[in-house]
């Protein structure tokens, strides 16, 4: 038996303590065997009083690593020591019983190795952040296009986004969020953990697909998280770099226009027939 049931992971940089804060005791109040560990890439280590006082581990990481190898610092080491882990945005919050009943739904189907809660925005309504795997055409559409070229290419955005399908029962998606990934431990052992070529952004894509090739990566709408959810990129061209760059790495790796595996995963939308 493993000492802990799920091991989560969160990454920050010179976030808000108390959003920090709320995030930790998240996890940590699981009825369960739960370890969190903070991974701090701020200049300074400001938010070191406040993650353990609440209980969590924190490393240093001393300088921005990105958030792909902040989460592998604590994944090479709580992997081993948990059944499940959780990767985990600061600004996310949840009730108690989220980690629990995500935990006996992949005891219950092991053939998963990834699922993801339905998410809210702060104010309740769903964000839709299930989706296919992207084309360069998807995302040059959604990122830079106006109105006129979202209409054009309406019909593929809202295939990319899901939209035909119906959200309130458990099926199988090709790509969940970083923000809150529910992974089997083994699993991540199994596939590798985030590739480190990607500073932020498109790592939990890239993670998406290499889990999606051998398990199955679920939506799950039973539970429910709060993500505050900025869209960084949208307004801070610093990030829009890095997303850019992240972008080009992925289809560097992937393939461009011929992706026979993007084709063959983006088919996986079944429901799913549960245990």
Known sequence: MKAYQVSASIVVYKNDPGEVVSAVKSILSAPMRVICTVVDNSPTPELRQCVME???NYIYAGQNIGFGSG???????DCEVSEYHLVLNPDVHFAA????TLYRFM?????????????RYPDGTEQRLCKQFPSPLTLITRRFLGGIGRSMFAKQLSRYELRHLDFGTAREIPCLSGCFMFIRSAVLREVGFFDERYFMYMEDVDLCRRIGARYKTVFYP???VTHGYTKGSYRDPK????HLQSAFRYFCKWGWIFDSGRDRLNRKTAPLILQ
């Open 71 to 77: 989460h592998n610092l604590a994944l090479r080491t």
């Open 107 to 119: 005891n219950d189907n092991l053939d998963i190795g990834l699922v993801m809660p339905q998410i």
């Open 222 to 224: 039973e539970v429910a």
């Open 97 to 100: 019983e989220v980690p629990a």
């Open 239 to 242: 990030l829009l770099k890095y």
């Open 54 to 56: 609440n209980g969590a």
